[in-house]
């Protein structure tokens, strides 16, 4: 497996741990995306897939992060 996937898995798993639906939707989803991009070879390709998996993980730790937070706020001002 290339650095740059595992690095990518790991940050995956890490944010899967605040994830609303659970650690085994995301270890599924990540599975089922890192299997669909197993057949890229070249280096370019393999960063460019990277790339856009860090795209889409850094929106994702932001709606998290928003989500979180909202649940707080109106666990707080809602009782």
């Known amino acids: 497996m290339h ?7 790991k940050r995956v798993l890490v944010v899967g741990k605040e994830y609303p639906g659970g650690m085994e939707v995301v ?6 995306y890192f299997r669909e991009n197993a ?4 280096e370019e390709e393999i960063k460019k897939a990277v790339s856009r998996g860090r795209w889409y993980l850094n929106h994702e730790i932001i709606g998290v992060i928003k989500l979180k937070k909202y649940r707080t ?3 707080r001002y809602n009782t």
Do not use: F, I
């Open 3 to 9: 650095p740059l996937v595992r690095d990518l898995y």
């Open 39 to 42: 057949h890229l070879t070249t």
């Open 73 to 75: 706020m109106a666990q």
């Open 27 to 32: 270890r599924r989803k990540a599975k089922q």
